[in-house]
């Protein structure tokens, strides 16, 4: 990115001004994320947890949301896959920061809650082939995730943003009866 840029926001959205050409192509074969394995390896992060957030997004957390913070956040999981293009989720949005909280939170919280109750070692592994196949084809690994959460037996309105294939909708976080404005 280019210098000063977090003045602008906090997200980065598809064709963001703010990043420049060779960050774009480290942003798009996602090696960008490839500085956090040294996190992994001194232990601050898993390999595979709920993606963390930044820290004014967390003291946004509803009282079930902070749940989320009892494990160490991860590389990869559930939403890491289902929302591996926020960046085109918020592309032309008015207020990029409110839409992720409007759009994405509230189903990434749920994933990451969801997680949090089925963790296990088999779930980590699965969860890594199935990030490593959604490099190739995301459908593939979306049809995973759906699948392994109707085993699960979660919330239907879970599994129907988790398939992709309608827009996403403002949607109150987990704990809140409200949509975040």
Do not use: C
Request: no cysteine; charged share 30%; glycine share 4%.
């Amino acid at each position: 990115m280019y210098i000063n840029s977090e003045n602008a926001g906090k997200l980065t959205y598809y064709k963001d001004i703010r990043v420049t050409n060779f960050g774009s192509f480290l942003r798009r074969y996602k090696i960008d994320e490839l500085p956090q394995l040294i996190n992994v390896l001194v232990g601050e992060i898993s390999l595979v947890g709920p993606r963390p957030n930044v820290k004014s997004e967390v003291d946004l957390y509803t009282n079930v949301e902070k749940k989320l913070l009892s494990i160490k956040p991860g590389i990869t999981d559930f939403s890491s896959l289902v929302f591996s293009d926020e960046e085109k989720i918020l592309e032309n949005k008015e207020n990029p920061d409110l839409s992720y909280n409007q759009l994405i939170r509230p189903w990434k919280s749920r994933l990451g809650l969801i997680y949090i109750k089925h963790k296990s070692i088999l779930l980590d592994f699965e969860l890594m082939i199935f990030t490593l196949v959604a490099l190739i084809s995301k459908p593939m690994a979306l049809k995973w995730v759906v699948k392994k959460l109707e085993k699960f037996n979660v919330d239907q309105k879970i599994i129907e943003v988790v398939k992709r294939d309608k827009e996403l909708f403002p949607f109150p976080p987990p704990g809140s009866d409200k949509i975040v404005v």
